[in-house]
Structures are given as structure tokens and as C-alpha cells.
């Protein structure tokens, strides 16, 4: 028996809402599965994802193997970096350490991105727009 942590899609058409799961490899895409260990709704800006951490993590060290788009969830939310911290034998006390830093390092990051954009939109409206005027076509008719 496989298992994978993959996304089961819910929701109405053209409003996918996902749950993460965990499921067996041969089980179908919005079908049967073992465990629920979070959700993600694409819709909003940002995107929410709420994720399980524990059930994850117990997940992972049992073999099960993350899809690719639940691989980069987990990543961006910190999991899969503070279960690689935990493997290494940091103490608790040294992984929320880290897991400080690197939330705050994501949010600078973040920051500067923001900040760039504001930059490039600035840039744009400043811009001025060359307008082309249409040439002066006087009809002369002569009698």
C-alpha cells in the first residue's frame, strides 16, 4: 500500500475548494481516502491553506509521499523546513528559533517583492502616453 498526501477538489464549478489528504495511491482523485489533514481554497487573495502539522508530519515519517502541488504547500507554509530541522536533532527550543528566522526572512522577502511591484507601477503611471493626433483633413470641394 502507497500513500500520498494529495489534494481531493471540492466545491463548485469554476469555485475549487481543496482538502489535503492522505490517501492510497490507487484511490481516486476525489475519492476514498484514509485522512483529512487540511484544506486549501484558492480563491481567496491570498490563497488560505490550513494544514495539520502534526497529522503531516506522522504522515511523512510513515512513508506516505507529498504531491508535487502539496509538496509546495508544505514548503511555503514551513512544514517540510521544520521537519528537516526536527530530523537533525535541533532542540525544540532551537527549531522555533529557526522557524523564527525563516518566517521572518519569507516576510522580508515578501516585503521586498511588494515593494518592487509599487516600484514598476509607479514607473508605469508616471509614463507619459504619446497620443497621436489625427492630421488635419479639411475636405475643399471647389464649385
Known amino acids: 500500500m502507497s ?16 482538502r489535503i489528504v492522505a490517501a492510497e495511491n490507487s484511490a481516486k482523485r476525489d475519492g476514498r481516502y484514509i485522512e483529512r489533514v487540511g484544506t486549501f481554497d484558492p480563491i481567496h487573495n491570498p ?18 509521499i507529498p504531491t508535487d502541488t502539496v509538496s ?8 517540510l523546513y521544520k521537519r528537516a530541522l526536527t530530523k537533525r536533532g535541533l532542540s525544540p527550543a532551537d527549531v522555533a528559533a529557526e522557524m523564527e ?11 521586498a517583492k511588494t515593494e518592487k ?13 504619446v497620443v497621436a ?8 470641394s471647389e464649385n
Open 117 to 129: 511591484k509599487e516600484a514598476t507601477k509607479a514607473k508605469d503611471t508616471s509614463k507619459e502616453e
Open 72 to 79: 509546495n504547500l508544505l514548503k511555503a507554509e514551513g512544514i
Open 3 to 18: 500513500v500520498k498526501i494529495r489534494l481531493a477538489r471540492f466545491g463548485r464549478t469554476k469555485r475549487p475548494f481543496y
Open 47 to 64: 490563497p488560505i491553506v490550513e494544514i495539520d502539522e502534526e497529522k503531516v508530519i506522522n504522515w511523512l515519517d510513515n512513508g506516505a
Open 101 to 111: 528566522k525563516w518566517s521572518e526572512a519569507k516576510a522580508a522577502k515578501k516585503a
Open 133 to 140: 493626433e489625427p492630421e488635419n483633413t479639411e475636405t475643399t
